[in-house]
């Protein structure tokens, strides 16, 4: 009785006519033994087998078939060492009767991370130029991980995670979806233990020390079918999360987004078909302008089972045609799990088509300033392991990170730990600023329209509304640059304040706002605090426009309004010196909207020099405060 073992099995498929199975031996009480342990092997009698085969080798200890049956026998009981043991032996004695044994033993070690000895045996096992094109192709695929793992666990990178506990981890899974800019808020997916396959939206709150026990989100989010992959909006304001097989759907998953008002979230609403595709669209995360979506897809056009694609948000609020990240980031496996960093050029994903540790391992690429993305950068062993690695968040600072992992130690499956981010793989320095809007009178909350405008490019870097509830809003911005802040909400005189993120103050304290919006009415005044003017000049500088666009369409919206244009100077230099200086900057705003459109008789321009101070001019900060331009309104 002829046995055809796993080993055998690949003789007989991978290689030539010149290449025969193993002679039975010749001695004869051997091969009656050999074929009693066949025929138990047949049966799954392991242990029966192991047995017959201990007598064979007594009888003949060069029967190489008896090894490579045993080699079968305990790669079928999963105990790959023995396996290995086995098969070792056979090759020992004859290396060129049974090629594919080296192919067996170098996946064995692979799977056992023993680099150097599958590497040898997979070159051992090309050198007998097998037929089968899949095992070549996994051969040479795997002795390139080979070096790349081996040099991974070489140099081992700073990794010591932290379950978040119990109140956020449980029996089932639990995979991180978004953190706020302040860590104070969390959004996950869980998908229960009890219900294989359903998963579900949870969020959870801290302030300080640990969270919060999770709380499941509320229809019409949750819905009674499935959603997952879900990204908070940077302003806290929407969520775009991934629903499937919904009524309103164009494929298998979709896109969605949702709006908050208070604590109620809106009907999710589909993002529509230029978003979305027939095929499977999942994964967004969202940038921190709020202008660049980032999501996963699998519609054609790819370069592999599925890839990382964006799509840009254009002035009249669609969105632009979905645009592939190409090659280095996308590769002919799948790349899962995007999450663009605050800073907007540092990708986080995972990919089990780029070499790595395991299945799927966790990537970092960087967006250079001519627009194209680095080649990819392995987060590094141990964040990495031989599983599957795919959920992971940054916090807005960068220095830490949160995974979803399958760990031992855990409350369930797959929980999410918090971790310190290795320095090499930190994205640039980005903080955030949190602040209330309220009527200056009352100090109810308002929802007010804000923009924050980099005072260099003069450009919005992002818009966004308070929230009407509590009149919160938080944003996230890069460090060590200077910013506009213009608020505004009808029945209100718009706000404006300027102040500077230097990375030694804020991403330790990130800046805190309060911004008091005062009524519309005659008499009141507004300081316009992004108009600038060079030391004792009254040319406006540059980066006075986006100050005076918004004074415009202010001006613009209150058609019946009539204002006075302010100039005040400090107590530095002669009375008159002021005055005339006071007087021509105001003068400089004036002409400024009188060329775009206004009616000489709305406004009017007048300098009052250093009689009117806000602050003593006994200090440079109440001297800088003095120094200002503002409105008044004469009537309405």
């Known amino acids: ?41 047949g049966r799954r009698d392991y242990t029966l087998a192991v047995r017959q085969i201990e007598e064979v080798l007594k009888e003949d200890p060069s029967y190489v078939n008896a090894y490579l049956l045993k080699g079968d026998i305990f790669y079928d009981l999963k105990q790959p060492d023995k396996a290995i043991d086995a098969y070792t032996q056979a090759v020992s004695i004859d290396s060129t009767e049974f090629p594919p044994a080296f192919y067996i033993m170098a996946n064995l070690q692979f799977e056992l991370e023993r680099y150097d000895d599958a590497k040898r045996n997979y070159a051992i096992y090309l050198g007998f130029l097998p037929k089968s094109q899949t095992e070549i192709r996994k051969s040479e695929r795997n002795m390139t991980l080979c070096d790349v793992r081996k040099e991974l666990k070489s140099h081992p990178v700073a990794f010591n995670p932290v379950n978040l506990g119990p109140n956020i981890n449980s029996e089932g899974s639990e995979y ?52 997952g992959a879900m990204c908070l909006s940077p302003d806290g304001m929407s969520i775009y999360m991934t629903c499937c097989s919904r009524r309103d759907s164009y494929g298998s998953c979709d896109l969605y987004v949702s709006h908050r008002r208070g604590s109620q979230w809106s009907e999710p609403e589909n993002l529509g078909d230029i ?15 709020g202008r660049t979506l980032y999501f996963v897809s699998t519609r054609r056009g790819g370069f592999g089972g599925s890839d990382i694609w964006k799509s840009v948000l254009q002035d009249d609020g669609s969105w632009s045609q979905p645009q592939n990240l190409g090659e280095p980031i996308n ?38 300033p001519s627009g194209k993305w680095s080649v990819p950068t392995n987060i590094g062993y141990p964040v990495n392991t031989k599983n599957d690695e795919i959920n992971l968040v940054i916090n807005t600072g960068g220095d830490a ?6 760990k031992d130690g855990g409350f369930g499956n797959i929980d999410i730990y918090r971790f310190e981010l290795p320095q090499e793989v930190r994205p640039a320095h ?17 929802s007010a329209d804000f923009e924050l405008i980099d005072l260099k490019t003069g450009k919005v870097v992002v818009s966004s509304v308070s929230d009407a509830a509590d009149g919160s809003f938080i944003l996230s911005l890069p460090v060590d640059q200077d910013y506009a802040l213009n608020v505004s909400c009808k029945g209100y005189l718009f706000y404006s304040r300027n102040f500077s993120m230097k990375a030694e103050e804020v991403v330790k304290s990130p800046l805190t706002l309060e911004v008091p919006m005062q009524p519309v009415a005659v008499g009141e ?66 002409k400024y909207l009188l060329e775009k459109g206004i009616p000489a008789q709305r406004l009017s321009a007048k300098g009052y020099g250093k009689s009117v101070p806000m602050e003593s001019n006994d200090t440079p900060e109440g001297r800088a405060s003095n120094r200002r331009t503002e409105f008044k309104v004469v009537s309405k």
């Open 1 to 41: 009785m002829r046995f055809f073992t796993k080993i055998f099995l690949l003789i007989i498929l991978s290689f030539p006519a010149g290449y025969a199975l193993a002679q039975e031996g010749t001695n004869p009480k051997a091969d009656r033994l050999f074929e009693k342990a066949e025929q138990a092997y």
């Open 176 to 227: 991180i979806n978004s953190v706020s800019l302040d860590e104070e808020l969390m959004f996950f997916t869980r998908r229960e233990k009890e219900l294989a396959g359903h998963e579900s939206f949870y969020f959870a709150r801290k302030k300080e020390g640990p969270w919060n026990p999770a709380i499941e989100m509320s229809p019409p989010v949750n819905s009674p079918g499935n959603q």
């Open 275 to 289: 978003l979305n595709s027939t095929a499977w669209d999942s994964q967004p995360c969202l940038s921190a302008d």
């Open 331 to 368: 590769s002919t496996g799948e790349e899962m799990a995007p999450f663009i960093h605050q800073d907007g050029r540092t990708l986080y994903f995972s990919s089990n088509g780029l070499p790595g540790m395991g299945g799927a391992d966790l990537f970092i690429s960087r967006l250079d």
């Open 401 to 406: 990170a949160y995974i979803s992992s399958a």
């Open 430 to 446: 980005v903080s955030y600023v949190k602040g209330l809007v309220f009527d200056k009178t009352d100090h109810h909350p308002l």
């Open 525 to 590: 005044k507004v300081v316009l605090r992004n108009i600038f003017f060079a030391t004792d000049k009254y040319e406006l500088q540059p980066e006075s426009m986006a100050e005076l666009d918004k004074l415009l369409e202010f001006l613009k919206r209150n058609p019946s309004m009539v204002i006075e244009i302010g100039g005040h100077t400090d107590n530095v230099g002669t009375d008159a010196h002021n005055l005339e200086l006071s007087q021509n900057r105001a003068n400089s705003v004036f």
